[in-house]
């Protein structure tokens, strides 16, 4: 599958965002935790999302979609998560928690995700180990035996996401336990996650800050649930508005997700209103480049963004570099991107951007989700056919993207 774009044109229009793809995939392994009816609400089908949910049924539970919702109940009968979605899907991870925890034993293999550095799961082991989980590896299998697993204080080595999501859930059955996990990611993702573990009787306070505590119970019960608005597709299209002109309104969000990028946004030179549920964003002119970007774990700047912002720089009157502190090759788009035009230099984890008047259509290749989502962006902003292959990668966390995007003026079509 791939995107034809015919580019240049400005864009107007309102855009509703969806739950967060972040969100729901650890909140889908949490519902390991639980043989009651799970119902989550208003769900995206993005792929990954789509595939976790094939992973959970080849574990033997019930999914299913119903009126939007997403309905999953019944217990797993196999602990081995060693399926063929597990090697393109970072979350399958997230399960090795939530398995350990109900069933105190499992087999995994290492998971896949973006190529967008090593991936390691290294601070996931030292984590669940420090709970008393013994790991033995053999055939490039993870056999992991959690029958001795007790309440622990835990410092993480760095704040990894899900390393937090995973010790987070690995602790939530260990009835009368109690577990501190300290230096943890405080992305909202994480208090999403937290939030719904506590709607199905858990006991997980502290999310959100450096420290979170759980108090172990021995049952969960079934729940409701919405997640939260997808930040980072709420950044994907006020950049979309920044980068191509025009008029942007971004509904179901919550603007304190996003400060740094709004920040960023106004130094830009673009015109953005704040309400509690919705941005709007307005740019009639070229942007100013950002001298200094540097991503970080939240409340910084996010790594998510950083190829989306790559983009609005490369457009932008200046100069501008950009300081990928998170993964170490996040940036392979530039290569697709030289192939438009723009002016980037790499070195290590810099990126100068020498900013161009305009982009070049041409005929590119994603690289991986949030890059692909950056060369749509160039491409809705260069005059002219821009081919945008691989879009597998962009629908693994977009929902609707070329639908949204047309509703918004953009002259997009997905074809075969
Ligand atoms: C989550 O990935 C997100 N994925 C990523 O979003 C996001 O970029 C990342 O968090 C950072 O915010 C999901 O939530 C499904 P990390 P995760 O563990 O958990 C290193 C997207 O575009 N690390 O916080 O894999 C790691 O190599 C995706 O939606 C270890 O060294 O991120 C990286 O350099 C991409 N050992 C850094 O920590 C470990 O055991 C951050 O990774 C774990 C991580």
Known sequence: MKYIIN??????????????????????????????????????????????????????????????????????????????????????????????????????????????????????????KSLGVKFSFANDLIYCDANKISGNTIELSFPSVGATENIMMASTLIENGITVIKNCAREPEIVDLANFINSMGGKVFGAGYETIVVFGVKKLHGTEYRCISDRISTGTYLLAGAICLGRIEVCNVNPNFLLPLIVFLRNSGCNIELFSDKIILENFSRPKSIEKIETGIYPGFPTDMQSLILVLQTISKGTSIIHETVFESRFRVVSELAKMGAKINISERYATVVGVSKLKPAIVTCPDLRGGAGLVLAGLSAKGKTEVGEIFHIERGYYKFDENLRNLGANIERIK
Do not use: Q, W
Request: proline share 3%; hydrophobic share 45%.
């Open 7 to 128: 580019g240049g044109k400005k864009l107007f229009g309102k855009v509703k965002i969806d739950s967060a793809k972040n969100a729901i995939l650890p909140v889908i392994a949490a519902t390991i935790m639980c043989d009651e009816e799970c119902v989550i609400k208003d769900i995206p089908l993005y792929l990954d999302v789509v595939e976790m949910c094939a992973i959970l049924e080849k574990l033997g539970k019930k999914v299913e979609v119903k009126e939007n919702n997403l309905i999953i109940s019944g217990a797993i009968s196999s602990t081995s998560v060693i399926m063929a979605e597990t090697k393109t899907l970072r979350s399958s991870i997230f399960m090795m928690g939530s398995i350990l925890s109900n069933y105190r034993k499992a087999i995994f293999t290492y998971p896949g995700g973006c190529d967008i550095g090593k991936r390691p799961i290294d601070i996931h082991l030292a984590g669940l």
